[in-house]
């Protein structure tokens, strides 16, 4: 007889999910078979919901949740490195037709998961998946950082950024972060040098941190305008930029007449496409160790979330209300 499992579904675009009884998945050859505790909430999500994120490649029903810490329940054939009751975590699922984290269970392609660090609690745990691949994928597979390197890092407070400051901070580089005034505490409580984007221009903080030169690295978190704003932020000859939202149309002769370089991240290719999936759950790995480490820590709203509240967290998460990372519990 056929197990089931609670699920949030996504039966229509831009309309409520609903919670329903469906079939428990079971551990193919190179899968692992989790019991979720958590499933950390992105904007992608929201994006996704309401039908404005065909990069995701979605299709109806769904069960959405990128990020997600639990529980192995079973291993499938040819599975290494992990046992029944080992806590994990990772980004998973949720896009591309792969289910999600918003069930009881979900049968995890082994090389996405990484042991859970330690030191954090599930919730915790759920909330930093896909920001941090982010943030890494773009200070340490693209820009190669090191000790050293003025690194700049657009939207310092946010998801990916904040991320990325603690990143770059525990790779010796000097740190430096743009946000609002309101973001000021936050950022510096990082250790990164706070610039207000709102009252100092581009030239004038390159002016005043780099001697005009530009910085080594610049990460672009915001995309738009932003991005433009980093290619004139890059260091001459030497500099590069980081982008996980450039998707726009720019012109990049301010990045040429520097001779600096570009990068873009992408983060769900390795979902999307099957490929390059083991890269996912080493670079948890590596954050489990910072985490552990207690070089990187999370940004997370105090609010507590259940599977049956879903629409609740994606609210909260849209109306802008949300001081950190919003989490819902899988019970």
Not at 36 to 64: E, F, Q, Y
Not at 93 to 117: C, I, T
Not at 131 to 156: C, N, Q, S, Y
Not at 177 to 194: M, W
């Amino acid at each position: 007889m056929k197990q089931t499992m609670k699920a949030v579904v996504l039966n229509a675009f831009d309309a409520p999910m609903s919670l329903s009884e469906v079939e428990r998945p079971v551990a193919a050859p190179g899968q692992v078979l989790v019991r979720i505790k958590a499933s950390g909430v992105n904007p992608l999500d929201l994006k996704i919901a309401a039908g404005k994120a065909d990069h995701a490649k979605v299709t109806l029903p769904a069960i959405l949740g990128i990020d997600m810490a639990g529980v192995v329940e079973a291993v499938g054939e040819g599975v290494d490195g992990f046992a029944p009751g080992d806590e994990v975590w990772g980004m998973t699922g949720g896009v591309g037709g792969v289910q999600g984290s918003l069930a009881g269970y979900a049968a995890v392609d082994a090389r996405l998961l990484a042991h859970k660090p330690a030191s954090i609690g599930m919730r915790e745990a759920a909330a930093l998946p896909l920001v941090f691949i982010t943030a890494w994928e773009g200070l340490v597979d693209r820009a190669h950082i090191t000790a050293g390197k003025k690194v700049l890092v657009h939207g310092g407070a946010g998801g990916v950024g904040h991320i990325a400051v603690q990143i770059a901070q525990a790779a010796g580089a000097q740190v430096y972060a743009t946000g609002s005034a309101s973001q000021r505490a936050t950022i510096e409580g990082f250790g990164a040098t706070f610039i207000d984007y709102r009252t100092t221009s581009v030239d004038e903080y390159v002016q005043q941190y780099t001697d005009g030169e530009g910085f080594d690295i610049v990460y672009d978190t915001v995309g738009g305008a932003t991005l433009d704003a980093s290619f004139r932020a890059a260091r001459r000859y030497h500099g590069h930029v980081v982008s996980c939202l450039g998707w726009g149309t720019h012109a990049l002769a301010p990045l040429s007449f520097r001779a600096a370089t570009y990068s873009g991240v992408f983060t769900l290719l390795p979902l999307l496409s099957g490929r390059e999936r083991a890269n996912h759950g080493a670079i948890m790995a590596e954050a489990a160790k910072l985490v552990d480490a207690g070089k990187v820590k999370v940004l997370l709203d105090a609010r507590h979330f259940a599977l049956d509240e879903v629409d609740q967290a994606h609210a909260a998460m849209q109306d802008g209300s949300a001081r950190g990372k919003i989490v819902v519990e899988v019970a």
